[in-house]
């Protein structure tokens, strides 16, 4: 059984939050970092607290470190050892194989988190803008009373309107297709597939081929963490809408090719289920709106295109060993809302996420590097992920028709990436190891 009362809610569970900020953080003194995190991992929610009083709490915590934060912590050499190579080399030094060059390169990320002086992040979400406020205030002062823990850089991260629904700058709905896992208590919707073993998004519990994957020591930072991908991409709504409006003559046209570059229609509706208009209600409706496959329904990729974003990043039955591929993700919007119909004002704006699983490389460098980037997908040839593959103007996006297919040439980049990390996030246990660290002559010892 899942130890929920050790697992950190992001894991398991979405705050009902409208607003948050992330803290980036590094420590120029072990002991202040240990002090910071002694303080704060007492407003940690654990998956069990957070299901016992949702509707009540007002603020959720998390906190995470870099490789280089649990070395500047004090973890000693031989446990640090025990990581996996894509987590200790961190995500800059991934950046050729996640497709993080040319604009994406780390040298142009925000925040500092490029830096390997990155440590940690705290993840603050709150329900709303008058705890947001207070949240902060609190964690400005727990910072300033542990000189010796710097602050980085934030990031504010905000709903967007409208409000009955979370999606992205461009329009589209989110949250749509999310993986279940086993014993964590929810149902997949129809078409979401099979409960997941536990080991492929949380460490000490057995993954899909019943292997307890090897994972770091001591033992407790074995069990119930996980590991999170930080992206922060910057959307590019103006160029986005000047896009459909060039390869659309009429609203119904130009809403058609953004179904296609997604997979859905803005609405979250499918274009399996309704490849010839929009259906609102369908995309509304969990118990519909993930429940087909594209082998039986779409092989050829007449409603849904072989290389868009949807087909791309979850191929459904179209691709082998899936159960070993999902991800689980988190995260929301940043930066000011564009109106429909406003000239694009030069803000930044995007999404920040968090993917989390069990293993970067398999997961989510997989899905990077073969699934958004990679030119022959699907054979198709001189394209990557239309929404967030690496794009130089190059790019083909090919719209599969009876009885010619359109291709649009010259696909410009949507997003940019403008920050990236590999972040361990550990039990609420492990949390307090961590905090108990006292570094002496080199050694780690447990104290207390």
Not at 10 to 34: D, N, V
Not at 82 to 97: C, D, I, K, N, S
Not at 145 to 165: K, N, Q, R, T
């Amino acid at each position: 059984m899942l130890e929920f009362d050790d697992i950190q809610h992001i894991l398991l569970t979405r705050a009902p939050a409208l607003t948050g900020r992330y803290e980036f953080l590094s420590f120029r003194e072990a002991a202040a970092g240990r002090a910071w995190l002694s303080a704060i991992k007492e407003k940690v929610h654990s998956v069990a607290a957070m299901r016992d009083n949702v509707e009540g709490d007002m603020r959720w915590v998390t906190v995470a470190f870099t490789w280089n934060g649990l070395r500047a912590l004090g973890l000693d050499e031989a446990s640090l050892a025990t990581f996996p190579e894509e987590f200790r080399q961190g995500m800059v030094a991934r950046a050729e194989t996640l497709g993080d060059t040319g604009a994406n390169a780390p040298e142009h990320w925000y925040g500092g988190v490029a830096s390997p002086d990155l440590h940690a992040i705290a993840i603050l979400f709150a329900r709303d803008a008058t705890e947001h406020a207070r949240c902060v205030s609190e964690h400005e002062k727990l910072v300033a009373a542990c000189p010796g823990v710097e602050l980085l850089s934030v990031l504010d991260v905000e709903a967007i309107p409208p409000f009955d629904y979370a999606h992205d700058h461009f329009g589209y709905r989110d949250r749509l297709s999310q993986p279940v896992i086993e014993d964590s208590g929810e149902d997949p919707t129809p078409g979401s597939g099979a409960p997941l073993k536990a080991g492929e998004f949380i460490l000490g519990y057995p993954d899909e081929y019943g292997v307890i994957a090897d994972r770091p020591q001591p033992e407790m930072l074995a069990r119930n963490g996980s590991y999170m991908a930080y992206r922060r991409l910057q959307e590019h709504v103006g160029k986005f809408r000047d896009f459909l409006r060039q390869h659309g003559n009429t609203a119904e046209e130009q809403e058609l090719i953004a179904a296609k570059l997604m997979g859905r229609w803005r609405s979250g509706a499918p274009l399996v289920l309704s490849p010839d208009k929009d259906d609102p209600v369908l995309g509304a409706d969990m118990q519909r709106n993930n429940d087909f496959n594209y082998k039986e329904m779409d092989p050829h990729g007449y409603a849904v295109p072989l290389g868009s974003h949807a087909r791309r990043m979850n191929p459904r039955d179209t691709a082998a060993n899936m159960n070993r591929r999902r991800m689980i993700r988190r995260g929301a919007t940043y930066g000011p809302y564009l109106p429909d119909g406003a000239p694009d004002d030069g803000a930044d704006r995007g999404i920040a996420a968090f993917v989390i699983c069990g293993s970067l490389i398999r997961q989510f460098e997989f899905a990077q590097n073969v699934w958004a980037n990679d030119k022959n997908f699907h054979e198709l040839e001189n394209e990557r992920d239309p929404i967030i593959g690496n794009h130089d103007g190059t790019m083909e996006f090919k719209i599969p028709s009876r009885p010619i297919r359109k291709k649009i040439v010259g696909l410009p980049a949507f997003t940019t990436v403008r920050g990236g990390a590999y972040f361990f996030l550990p039990g609420l246990k492990a949390l307090s190891y961590l905090a108990s660290l006292n570094r002496e002559d080199g050694v780690n010892a447990s104290v207390g």
